[in-house]
Structures are given as structure tokens and as C-alpha cells.
């Protein structure tokens, strides 16, 4: 049974003996939370829209979403009780505070406002703070401080880089989400080139951060190390496959998150965490001492929480390309490929259209080749050179994978060099089809069919969210085209990228693009 610290009084606080059956009410609902019975625990908690409860990862608001965001946790962490303070407000109102123990150690706070209804104690809004963890093991592999120190001097110095777990870090393995993967993997003897420019900027590297098992998906749930978190979106998946990355950004602990986008592993993290996410053009960045996914399609970018870093973290990385190059100030829109994002993407895509005014004077509806056909040669040829590249290794190791990239790749074992080649003179064709569609204008879409999506979606609600979102992606990937995820679309369930799609080479002016639109007066 649950007790009350008593308190001198001293302080002039308000009341603290509790009201008559308040202390029963905390003890059955921390009974009801250990056990993780979810409908005693939905009773608890009051029924309305305005019913509150916040933790380190935000907040939620309204009692069915805490129903639902209680009913994927899976259960709450362990813990104790080691006292408790009440403050009584009136007969019918207090708040309790708990001080909580966990077994592994620190101390952490329950925040709860307790009202008396109709049914007894209900609780109106509730905040819990746990012991402060130094590593988060679902968004860093490992981190130092730092680990690996950038050169003194240049335009990244004191900037944070979260390097996604496919590229060498000098001293350090390549693991690509899989235990066992990791296990066998040799240390790096020197960095990646791509790591390397950041350093030699003078960025640090903070850490190496997690990715989907061998970078094959862009929902970012892991079976191994677990799913980040989303600040920008309570309970949301944080997107994949550069998901570790992306968190690390956005929870502050990284300023640049080094990743890759081979279907969209950039952007749609960067679209679902309200970054800012490039996917630079084919092959701009050199990709040696970069695990490889589909090298047809695979990129090097990067994930900022601003454009400016964006810019500098590009700059240093990127050739400067075509001086003479078109200062990408014309714009097309295909509508059947709007078509294919939720219908609050597509409104809160045209509103934001039409805040950019003249900044679109130039806009084109333009048609593009059937998107059904470019994504169904897209995976074909990404299903056929990722088991290339990772086959024979996971022949060898069965049982290494989660069940859903295992289905992935047992699918993509199928593909015949018939299949294959059709495939390929799809994606060519299509190319060419694209470049003269767009005539060098830059394609406006959205970065991702949808806001995050709660974590709590089942497998087929997953496959089918990232086949719709997999069409938008798969056309700067065909293309070869540089993509910049910029956040300036917001739906009711979190943000979502506007996406732009350039000539291949007009990386760094895309990003100037995507200043002048979160500016557009400016």
C-alpha cells in the first residue's frame, strides 16, 4: 500500500493529508500499471479530449490517444515507489507527486492531477520523468565525446555528426542493424570518404547511429535494438532506414546526421522528425566505404535541423557543379503523384503551394511515366542487387534478421536476370521519360505519403504505407535527381516534407530553393 510522505507544514504548502480514498486510487492504478492491464488503466484515466499525459518523449492529448499510445508500449518499465507527496487541492482535486526507483538504478517523477468523479478518483493529467540515460541504445550504436575529432579550422567546426552505421569509421566495425553482421565485421582502417569531408571541415564525429537491418526499409523499427523515438510525433516511427541519424538530430544530440537514401531513407525521416534531409544526386558523393544496398539508387545525404547547416555540411561535400547551371527558379507538379499522399497531405501540400505566391509564378502540371510501373521496377531492381550484395551472407546466417527485412530479401532472392533486365530498361527508359517531363524544372511533391505513423501499425498497415510512400520516392531515384525534404507542410498528426526534385547536380542550389520557400518574403 502506498503511503504519504507527512511534511511539517513548515513550507505553507497547501494541505497535504490526501482526500478519502485518493491513496487507494494511486496504489490501483500502479497495481493496474506493473500488471499492464489496459482497461483498468483507460479507467483511470478521464474520459475527454483534454485529458493530458507527457514524458520525455512529448505530449498527448486526449484520452483515446493515451489509450492507444499505452496499448503499443507493450507495458511500462519497472519500477518502485519510494514515497509519494500530496498536495490537496479541495476534497475532489489533488496532486500527487511519486518519486520512482527503477531496478537499474536512478531516480525518477510521477506528476499526477487526481480529480474525484462520478466513479471514483480519476486522474486529468499525469507527467513522468525517468533517470536520464547518457546513451539511448535504439538511436546510438556508440557514442563518445568524441569519438573521432574533426580537423581544427573550417566551416563545421563544434558541429555533432551522427553517422549512420553502414559507413567506416576509422577503429571502428560497420554493423548496418545486424547483431551478427557486427559480430563478424573487421574494424575500419580509415574513414569513409564521405565521413571524411565532414572532418576535415572540422565537424566531429558524435557517434555511429542505428539503422534498419542492412538499410532495407525507411519505417525505422528495429527487432534488435529497438525503434527511436520521434519527438516530433508522440509514439510515431521515426522513419528508416537513416532513422538513427535523424533522431539523434532532432533530440538535439547530434547537429548533422550523415545517412543514405537509396527508396527514400533520408526523406521520409526528414519529412516524418520536421528535418530538414537532402538526397544528393547520383553518385556526387563518393560511396566507397559505404555498405551497399542497391548501388543503382544509393546516395549520400544529410539530416539538419536547419537549412544553414544543411548548406555547410553539403557544401563541404559536394562539388561545386555547373557555375552556368539554371538557377532553378521554374516548377512543375504531377497530379497523379500528389495523388498518392493522404488527403490532409495533399491539402495542407496545395495550401502551402499557394502561401509561396509569386516565388511559383512559373508552375507547370506536368505528366510523368505510370507510377505503378516505376515502383514495381524500382523494387525489382533494388530487391536484385540488395540480395547481390547481401545473399550469400544471409544464406549463411538464418535466424540473423527480424522477420519482416527477412521476408524482404527472401522475396528479393526470386528475381531471375530476365526479370532483372526487363526491370532495368523500365528504370532507363524511365529516366529519360522524367528529364524530358520536367524540362529542368524542379518536381514539387510530398516527401512521404503520410505524417508518421504510430508505431503500434501492424505489419500490412506497414507494407502498404511504404508502398504508397515508395512511389513518391522512387522518382528521384530512377531519376538519379537530387531530393531536398524541407518541413513546411503540418497535418494534424505531425509534420510532412515538401519535397523538391532537381536537375542532377543542382544540389546546393536546391537547398537555396528551399530557403527562399520557408522565407518566401524574405
Known sequence: MISVVESDGSTGAPGIHPPDGLLDAVDAYEHALMANDLEALDAFFAEGDTTMRGDAAGLLVGHDRISRFRQGRGGAPRRE????????????????????????????????????????WVIDAAHVSGPARAIDPSVWRGVGTPPVVGEPGGALVGRRVAVKDLFDVAGHEVGAGVPAFLAESPRAT????????????????????????????????????????????????PGGSSNGPASAVALGQADIGLGTDTGG?????ASYQGLWGLRTTHGAVDRSGLLPLAPSFDTVGWLTRDSATLAMAASVSLPMGDPDAVQLRRFAVCDA????????????????????GGLLDDLERVELPDVDVLFEAFRTVQAAEAWRAHGDWISAHPGALGA?????????????????????????AARVEIERAL???????????????QATMGAAENEETRARTLRLTCIA??????????????VAKGP????????????????????????PRG
Open 81 to 120: 515507489i519510494t514515497s509519494v507527496e500530496v498536495r490537496t487541492i479541495d476534497d475532489d482535486h489533488a496532486l500527487v507527486v511519486s518519486v520512482l526507483a527503477p531496478p537499474a538504478g536512478g531516480r525518477g517523477q510521477q506528476t499526477q492531477l487526481w480529480r474525484r468523479g462520478a466513479s471514483g
Open 190 to 237: 580509415a574513414s569513409a570518404p564521405a565521413v571524411g569531408a565532414l572532418l576535415a571541415a572540422g565537424a566531429d564525429v558524435q557517434g555511429i547511429a542505428r539503422t534498419d537491418e542492412f538499410a532495407y526499409s525507411i519505417a525505422g523499427r528495429n527487432p534488435h535494438y529497438g525503434t527511436p523515438p520521434n519527438p516530433a510525433v508522440v509514439g510515431g516511427i
Open 265 to 269: 531513407s533520408i526523406r521520409v525521416p
Open 404 to 428: 519482416d527485412i527477412a521476408g524482404r530479401f527472401a522475396w528479393a532472392s526470386g528475381f531471375g536476370t530476365d526479370e532483372e533486365e526487363a526491370a532495368r530498361a523500365v528504370v532507363l
Open 496 to 519: 510532412v516534407g515538401l519535397c523538391l526534385v532537381g536537375p542532377r547536380g543542382s544540389d546546393l542550389r536546391l537547398i537555396e530553393v528551399g530557403e527562399r520557400m520557408t522565407h
Open 337 to 356: 503523384v500528389t495523388a498518392l499522399a493522404d488527403a490532409d497531405v495533399r491539402a495542407a501540400f496545395d495550401d502551402a503551394l499557394a502561401g509561396l
Open 477 to 490: 531515384g530512377i531519376a538519379g535527381m537530387p531530393a531536398l525534404s524541407v518541413p513546411l507542410l503540418r
Open 439 to 453: 524540362d529542368r524544372r524542379v518536381l514539387l511533391l510530398p516527401a512521404a505519403s503520410s505524417a508518421a505513423p
